[in-house]
Nanobody, 122 residues
Framework: QVQLVESGGGSVQGGGSLRLSCVVS????????MGWFRQAPGKEREVVAT????????YYADSVKGRFTISQNNADNTVYLQMSSLKPEDTAMYYC???????????????WGQGTQVTVSA
């Protein structure tokens, strides 16, 4: 059974930083792709970042390039999202995802965590 447990969300002022963590169990993510998605109220879920090819390759949405960094630690089965220079428009529920893949122009995933809320104030 695949389990993805996120933590690290919270409230922060604009310009601040947060690090999200996702502990993975029941899934061999080292040979598959992992990712972070987010969904703001009234909007569709969107990809934030993915990591694949054994952690050697990454993808970032244009809106977070240069500010967010995705990484994985195979020793403790954890995927991280380091978020810096946060903006109010980054406010959303953030979801850890396993088995990410590109479907046409959008990213999808086979498995999802429960989500962790990130709120950025102006």
């Amino acid at each position: 059974q695949v389990q993805l447990v996120e933590s690290g969300g919270g409230s922060v002022q604009g310009g601040g930083s947060l690090r999200l963590s996702c502990v993975v169990s029941g899934y061999t993510y080292s040979s598959n792709s992992m990712g972070w998605f987010r969904q703001a109220p009234g909007k569709e879920r969107e990809v934030v970042a993915t990591i694949y090819n054994g952690g050697r390759s990454t993808y970032y949405a244009d809106s977070v390039k240069g500010r967010f960094t995705i990484s994985q630690n195979n020793a403790d089965n954890t995927v991280y999202l380091q978020m810096s220079s946060l903006k109010p428009e980054d406010t959303a529920m953030y979801y850890c995802a396993a088995g990410c893949y590109k479907a046409g122009s959008s990213w999808k995933s086979d498995y999802w965590g429960q989500g962790t809320q990130v709120t950025v104030s102006a």
